[in-house]
């Protein structure tokens, strides 16, 4: 089993930027496409972003433009940077890893998930 663990939510104000990270066990890391989704209470979980093994990335338009994610291969870790942060990005946020070098927006694609990270923006 590949283990996540999400790391670097809390609470910021309106316009505060943060910076997740989720460092990975897999041992096929670098072959693996990463993706970051969010789930509100009550929301389906949505698709934020993701990175392939040659470190394209493909944004959802709610968040293309604010939010980066990075892979970092050598530590075995993929980051999201989000910046502008806005009350409506108050979310749990979850790191995914599919066993395929692709990217894909749906959530079924993804093999391993962390446990999430809360974020949380106050107005």
């Known amino acids: 089993q590949v283990v996540l663990v999400e790391s670097g939510g809390g609470l910021v104000q309106t316009g505060d930027s943060l910076r997740l990270s989720c460092p990975s066990s897999a041992r096929s890391f670098s072959d693996y496409a990463m993706g970051w989704f969010r789930q509100a209470p009550g929301q389906e979980r949505e698709f934020i972003g993701s990175i392939n093994r040659s470190r394209g990335t493909l944004y959802a338009d709610s968040v293309k433009g604010r939010f980066a994610v990075s892979r970092d291969n050598a530590k075995n870790t993929v980051y999201l940077q989000m910046n502008n942060l806005a009350p409506e990005d108050t979310a749990v946020y979850y790191c995914?890893?599919?066993?395929?070098?692709?990217?894909?927006?749906?959530?079924?694609?993804?093999?391993?998930w962390g446990q999430g990270t809360q974020v949380t923006v106050s107005s």
């Open positions: 995914a890893a599919r066993t395929s070098p692709f990217i894909s927006t749906e959530r079924d694609a993804y093999n391993f």
